[in-house]
């Protein structure tokens, strides 16, 4: 199993560009999610999706769409992209399980904004 | 979002014992206490859970008192590798704020 991947991995992008981060997971969990990490933060919680079609927005939603395509995948689109998105993205996903909510992270997307 | 204030930075000597200590006064009666680590360029990933008493597993023991307030992380012995940052979630119904964690640095 690869778990939770992310592409792509390293993203420099101009402002007022767009572009759709992806992340998909096999391990057939209901839930998933985005976060981001500014430098030296804690990760905070952009969009995350409790099932199959549906999707909420977390604590900083604003510059950000989400589209969960199927089970698997859940993505992440910047429309125009700005200086203060520049960041790393986690994605993450979680499901039944022993341990409740726990999740599982893929390993990130460093974008710089310019 | 129920959030936890947790110290920003510790260190500790190779082979001590660290004790982290995480505040949550408005914990719910549904959530459960849930400790993550992350090194750096990583995601975190979890290490243990618990909703009251004591839980113990191969890396680190969670104790939580009756009220449920508060929660303290012990890892037993830390090393090197045991540096990283320490996240302390209250997790329930997608109660997901991560905080900005303990930063734990093992000295040799």
């Known amino acids: 199993n690869a778990g939770v991947t992310q592409t792509p991995k390293f993203q420099v992008l101009k402002t007022g560009q767009s572009m759709t981060l992806q992340c998909a997971q096999d391990?057939?969990?209901?839930?998933m999610y985005w976060y981001r990490q500014d430098p030296g933060m804690g990760l905070r919680l952009i969009y995350y999706s409790a099932s199959e079609g549906t999707t909420d927005k977390g604590e900083v939603p604003n510059g950000y769409n989400v589209s969960r395509l199927n089970k698997r995948e859940f993505s992440l689109r910047l429309e125009s992209a700005a200086p203060s998105q520049t960041s790393v993205y986690f994605c993450?996903?979680?499901?039944?399980?022993?341990?409740?909510?726990?999740?599982?992270f893929g390993p990130g997307t460093r974008l710089t904004v310019t | 979002l129920a959030k936890t204030t947790q110290p920003i930075s510790m260190d500790s000597y190779e082979g001590q014992e660290v004790n982290i200590t995480c505040s949550h006064n408005?914990?719910?009666?549904?959530?459960?206490i849930t400790w993550y680590q992350q090194f750096p360029s990583q995601g975190p990933r979890f290490i243990i859970q618990?909703?009251?008493t004591k839980v113990t597993n191969e890396v680190a023991s969670l104790f939580i008192p009756a009220d449920r307030k508060s929660s303290t992380l012990s890892l037993p012995r830390v090393s090197l590798s045991d540096t990283a940052v320490y996240y302390c979630l209250l997790t329930g119904a997608n109660n997901l704020f991560f905080g900005t964690g303990t930063r734990l640095t093992v000295i040799p």
């Open positions: 408005n914990i719910a009666t549904n959530d459960y």
């Open positions: 391990m057939n969990h209901n839930s």
């Open positions: 618990g909703y009251k």
């Open positions: 993450a996903s979680s499901g039944p399980g022993p341990r409740l909510y726990e999740q599982y």
